[in-house]
């Protein structure tokens, strides 16, 4: 019985991240993850959500540990189950909040990768020399698309998400802003470079140009990389093995480079570059600028190196 409500509890509480907090599908399914497993946990100790002490919140975040959680992952359990309780809360379907003094584990803010400027262009080049070289027309277009993929997500910092679900509109001639809908549905304008500019028009062109040598119509997709697959469009999973392939074969080693760490690698050079923090988070997409804080590294080596060089007491050496 006390599954069958904490199931229900967990509907309502994802129904109303949706509603009242734009939650995207991505963060909607880790909540429910997050919490179905607590209610399993609570299912075993004879209690469910509507009955769970402080103690038997504690004994959850201990079997965590035991389990071999990182710290970092028992974080983010910890904070869905303060969502969850603070809900019923206000819901008045507690009369307490059992999360409210629970501490979690002590952890530092992990610095994102970045690959180096030398590497992006490394990999932009070797991108670009694959789209050159001879090959069949779908070998062709499969380096194409991964050129421009990379020249966008290198000019724009998206998330992948939202790189590879951009639509056809987004390639549209010499458009120099491009529309994103984001986390939460919220749309922002994001300027694109001449080079992305260039690589979408080539591959727009290559497509076309292929779709004018096939003898069968086919429908125009609606999305910039369609796909075949249920969603339409390129997956990140199929994006994010191109981008390691192509990492091998540059030399650099794939567990150093992903679609995300490309996204960091944009933000750190602009800050580096001497971008403003606001814009840079303005961006990237961040409702909270805490989170675009993670890059302040960067800046505080800029303004160290500032110091140094034009400082008139600086030392010299």
Request: glycine share 4%.
């Amino acid at each position: 019985m006390a599954a069958s409500s904490d199931a229900q509890t967990i509907t309502l509480f994802l129904d109303m991240l949706a509603a009242e907090q734009g939650a995207g599908e991505n963060t909607l399914a880790a909540y429910r993850r997050d919490l179905e497993d607590l209610s399993e946990f609570l299912r075993t100790a004879k209690t469910g959500f509507a009955g769970a002490d402080t103690q038997a919140l504690r004994d959850y975040l201990a079997e965590l540990d035991a389990r071999g959680f990182k710290s970092s992952s028992v974080a983010r359990r910890l904070s869905a189950m303060r969502h969850l309780f603070r809900f019923l809360l206000n819901e008045r379907r507690r009369s307490d909040d059992p999360a409210a003094i629970l501490s979690g584990p002590k952890r530092g803010r992990s610095l994102p990768k970045v690959l180096s400027i030398a590497d992006v262009d490394l990999l932009l080049a070797k991108s670009k020399q694959l789209v050159d070289r001879d090959q069949s027309p779908k070998q062709k277009l499969r380096a194409m698309r991964l050129w421009c993929l990379l020249e966008v997500l290198y000019a724009t910092g998206l998330r992948v998400s939202e790189l590879v679900s951009l639509p056809l509109t987004a390639a549209k001639r010499d458009a120099r802003m491009i529309v994103v809908r984001g986390k939460g549905n919220k749309e922002r304008l994001v300027p694109l470079n001449q080079s992305s500019r260039d690589a979408m028009a080539a591959y727009l062109s290559l497509t076309e140009d292929l779709k004018d040598d096939n003898a069968k119509p086919q429908v125009r997709s609606k999305w910039l990389f369609p796909s075949s697959g249920e969603s339409g469009h390129l997956t990140r999973q199929h994006f994010a093995r191109d981008l390691k392939e192509l990492a091998v074969s540059t030399g650099i080693p794939a567990r150093l480079v992903s679609p995300h760490v490309l996204r960091h690698a944009f933000a750190s050079h602009l800050l580096h570059n001497g971008a403003d923090l606001r814009i840079v988070q303005t961006l990237l997409g961040h409702t909270d600028i805490s989170t675009t804080q993670i890059y302040t590294h960067v800046v505080e080596e800029r303004l160290k190196s500032l110091v140094r060089d034009l400082h008139p007491l600086a030392d010299s050496k």
